[in-house]
């Protein structure tokens, strides 16, 4: 079937043509028409790939049957057939026979050099049936002959009926060239593509390469200048919280750093020359801190401006507004003192005005509160007639204003608080002067206590403690005058030594307690109380000597009998009774009570003074009424003197203090001289 390959004629021939030599692979010579020729097809391109039409013979469809080809390897490459198809040599050996060989080989018939030549594999057994050698020679030949001319024929008629799908083999191998040609320009491009690429790759390793350095470049230099910058610069965080954010702990915070901030670029500046960074970042810092001392002034106006609200507790502003914030007036004091001052100023004013009115309404209350009046008409030398008939005395109850009671009660109660306005208005029971002394102190030791600790904590360090301590006297000084007009009211007008030396008591222990606390800027109140009690104390100390003085001067008119409390001066002295006197017995619990208050007294009171003058006339007042029995009742007298002694040092007996043991030996002498037992 591959004789129009093999000679140049359409027609089979009895002698075959002669044939060139070609290499091994048929695709090699293939002509581009079916037509005989012995035109030789030029080969393809470089990347024009060859197609072995030898792997399927007798198939008009023949399609590629290499293998797909890795990805990136040459279109070069060899296209090796499948191992399952056979030698297109064999298959045309089969046809053609031994011409076939001879033309492979170079040989021709009639070549005496092919067949002079030994045969590559000798027979060892020929079988000649009965023939003999010439006849068995000549009959090869024929049979040659035979079937060299039945398979020209055979050829030529099978070329005949595989003419069509020859024809379309080539179609479709020229299809193929064209669809190779295709993938051609497509692997070409592609390796352009590619190749641009790989151009664009090594530019981006490049870059890459090149913004590495760069970087490590900045990361030294930022090294280098990070904290310098740091210094000069303000983050925007910071910024926007300062300008537009509301006064909270996160402004706080903020505040803090620009404060740290300019604290450092100020610092930074005094050092060093004025860089143009720090000429930059100046007037923006200078901005920013105007912004914030701004926002300061009118944060704390509101705050002060809060407490002249009515019904408002200013401590409660204190503590949530003042000292959760203590860190601005800190601030504006060192970037705007003139401002810190005046804001200051006008702390004291409202706060000064916060105190006076709402003590003013105190005072008011207090002195709604009935007290129990005790005057001269109360003394121990005067007559209980008279006070029995007294108008001033008809709507209160009955009392007894010598006796201590549980009035001393009032100095060992501890954590306690004063009444409020409300309820001393409404409070109808009557009291002893000691107790709105008590109130009004307590309710002013304790502010007074609370604001200056206030003041403390949030004007320092900004202000001086010496500084801090006339503002406080500049708030407190109306509210002590108001106080000392207050403790005027109560004792002016009153002779009730007990209550008196009661408030002297309290007002000691205020004192202790403002040094507990720490509280020195108080101690002006304190003595001034002090210098108000202590002459009235003496005062109405000096009330009662002079009315046993009176009583004592009244003997001698009335006689000794009158004075014993007898109904006639004529009757006899058998009759005269020894019991003791009823001066006595209100000498006697008037003493307790004072030698009570004055368990804990020093040396320097004026009580013992006092104490002393008033036992000294109750003594005469004893001698006088003693000589009442004459001298026929001298024993008589005798064993008065000693019960009334005896009185006195019982009433007197459990009573501690230096004071009492003094008064105790006194009397017990006195007794033991008149022969007391």
């Known amino acids: 079937m591959w004789l129009d390959r093999l000679s140049g004629q359409s027609t089979p021939s009895p002698s075959p043509p002669s044939v060139q030599k070609r290499s091994y692979s048929p695709a090699t010579g293939r002509s581009t028409h079916l037509a005989p020729t012995n035109a030789i097809r030029p080969p393809y391109g470089p990347r024009t790939s060859s197609l072995n039409i030898g792997t399927r013979p007798n198939s008009s469809t023949t399609s590629l049957n290499s293998s797909r080809l890795p990805n990136g390897s040459s279109l070069r490459q060899e296209i090796i057939p499948p191992t399952d198809i056979n030698d297109p040599v064999d298959v045309l050996k089969n046809v053609l026979g031994k011409k076939l060989d001879n033309a492979i080989n170079g040989k021709v018939d009639g070549d005496d050099s092919a067949t002079s030549q030994k045969p590559p594999q000798l027979v060892e057994h020929v079988d000649f049936g009965e023939l003999s050698l010439h006849a068995f020679a000549e009959s090869s030949h024929k049979e040659e002959d035979e079937g060299s001319q039945y398979l020209t024929s055979q050829s030529v008629e099978e070329y005949e009926s595989e003419k069509d799908k020859f024809e379309d083999l080539h179609r479709s191998i020229l299809a193929c060239d064209d669809v190779l040609r295709s993938v051609q320009n497509s692997l070409t491009s592609f390796q352009q593509d590619l190749g641009a690429v790989s151009a664009e790759i090594e530019t981006l390793q490049f870059r890459s390469t090149a913004m590495n350095t760069r970087l490590e470049n900045r990361k030294v230099v930022e090294k280098l200048l990070g904290p310098a910058v740091e210094d000069v610069s303000i983050p925007p965080a910071v910024v926007t919280t300062i300008a537009e954010g509301s006064v909270d702990a996160v402004w706080v915070r903020a505040l803090d750093e620009l404060d740290k901030r300019s604290r450092t670029f100020h610092a930074k500046l005094k050092d060093s020359d004025h860089t143009k960074s720090a000429l930059d970042v100046k007037p923006l810092l200078n901005d920013l801190t105007s912004k914030a001392v701004e926002r300061i002034r009118d944060f704390f106006v509101s705050q002060i401006k809060a407490i002249r609200s009515p019904n408002i507790n200013a401590q409660i502003i204190q503590q949530q507004s003042f000292l959760r914030y203590k860190d601005l007036y800190s601030f504006l004091a060192r970037h705007h003192p003139t401002l810190a001052e005046e804001i200051g100023q006008a702390y004291i004013n409202t706060i000064r005005w916060y105190y006076l009115s709402n003590f003013s309404r105190y005072k008011q209350s207090l002195e709604r509160i009935p007290i129990f009046i005790v005057d001269k008409n109360d003394a121990i030398g005067a007559d209980p007639s008279y006070q029995r008939a007294s108008t001033n005395r008809i709507s209160q109850p009955s009392h007894d204003p010598l006796a201590i009671g549980r009035r001393s009660d009032v100095l060992k109660r501890s954590n306690q608080s004063a009444l409020p306005s409300h309820l001393a208005e409404d409070n109808k029971q009557t009291h002893y002067i000691e107790t709105p002394f008590l109130y009004y102190n307590l309710a002013l030791i304790d502010n007074a206590a609370a604001e200056y600790s206030f003041l403390a904590k949030f004007f320092s360090p900004a202000v001086s403690f010496q500084t801090i301590s006339r503002h406080f006297s500049a708030i407190f000084s109306p509210t002590f005058a108001l106080g000392h007009t207050f403790t005027k009211f109560l004792i002016e007008e009153s002779d009730d030594c007990l209550g008196i030396l009661l408030c002297v008591r309290l007002n000691q222990h205020f004192a202790f307690e403002l040094q507990r606390r720490k509280i020195p800027v108080a101690d002006g109140y304190i003595n001034g109380t002090n210098m108000l009690l202590w002459p009235r104390f003496q005062l109405a100390m000096d009330i009662h000597t002079e009315s046993i003085k009176r009583a004592a001067s009244s003997i001698s008119s009335r006689?000794?009998?009158?004075?014993?409390?007898?109904?006639?001066?004529?009757?006899?002295?058998?009759?005269?009774?020894?019991?003791?006197?009823?001066?006595?017995?209100?000498?006697?619990?008037?003493?307790?009570?004072?030698?009570?208050?004055?368990?804990?007294?020093?040396?320097?009171?004026?009580?013992?003074?006092?104490?002393?003058?008033?036992?000294?006339?109750?003594?005469?007042?004893?001698?006088?009424?003693?000589?009442?029995?004459?001298?026929?009742?001298?024993?008589?007298?005798?064993?008065?003197?000693?019960?009334?002694y005896s009185l006195i040092l019982t009433i007197i007996g459990d009573t501690g203090g230096k004071l009492a043991s003094e008064v105790r030996e006194h009397f017990e002498g006195l007794k033991d001289s008149v022969g007391g037992t």
Request: no cysteine.
């Open 559 to 644: 006689g000794a009998a009158s004075a014993l409390g007898l109904s006639s001066s004529s009757e006899s002295a058998a009759k005269q009774s020894t019991a003791p006197h009823m001066l006595t017995q209100r000498f006697s619990q008037f003493l307790q009570g004072l030698l009570i208050l004055s368990r804990d007294a020093g040396d320097d009171e004026p009580v013992g003074s006092s104490l002393s003058r008033l036992r000294s006339e109750v003594e005469a007042f004893l001698t006088k009424v003693g000589k009442g029995f004459g001298s026929a009742g001298e024993r008589k007298r005798d064993r008065f003197m000693a019960n009334n």
